[in-house]
């Protein structure tokens, strides 16, 4: 499976409720503290054991067409060919879905 490239870095918020040493303190209207939020580092990653699902979908006027999940890219385009040599539809929503882990960075 091809590499997607280097991860993207960025920061999450985690609710860390009676945690003392929060940074930032949302208050409701009551003016009592209600959550303490933590900012870290975190990471994504494509997740290889999760696969990548390809789809194609037609969308002609009324058509609803669609190739359903595909573990191969050739599957959905291959749909898309034959559904266009039928009906003469020759324009397709394709989408690919990959998995992605979150990590914390320490
Ligand atoms: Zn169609």
Same mark, same amino acid.
């Given at each position: 499976?091809?590499?997607?490239?280097?991860?993207?870095?960025?920061? @999450?918020?985690?609710?860390? !409720?009676?945690?003392?040493?929060?940074?930032?303190?949302?208050?409701? +209207?009551?003016? !009592?503290?209600?959550? *303490? #939020?933590? #900012?870290?580092?975190?990471? *994504?990653?494509? @997740?290889?054991?999760?696969?990548? *699902?390809?789809?194609? #979908?037609?969308? @002609?006027?009324?058509?609803?067409?669609?190739?359903?999940?595909?573990?191969?890219?050739?599957?959905?385009?291959?749909?898309?060919?034959?559904?266009?040599?039928?009906?003469?539809?020759?324009? #397709?929503?394709?989408?690919?879905?990959?998995? +992605?882990?979150?990590?914390?960075?320490?």
């Amino acid at each position: 499976m091809a590499d997607s490239g280097p991860p993207v870095t960025g920061t @999450a918020a985690h609710d860390v !409720k009676r945690d003392r040493v929060g940074l930032a303190i949302d208050q409701e +209207a009551s003016r !009592k503290p209600r959550h *303490i #939020f933590r #900012f870290a580092d975190h990471v *994504i990653r494509h @997740a290889a054991e999760g696969g990548i *699902i390809y789809e194609a #979908f037609c969308v @002609a006027y009324e058509c609803g067409a669609e190739s359903g999940p595909q573990d191969e890219q050739n599957a959905a385009q291959d749909w898309a060919l034959r559904h266009s040599g039928r009906t003469g539809h020759d324009l #397709f929503r394709r989408v690919v879905t990959d998995h +992605a882990h979150v990590t914390r960075v320490e």
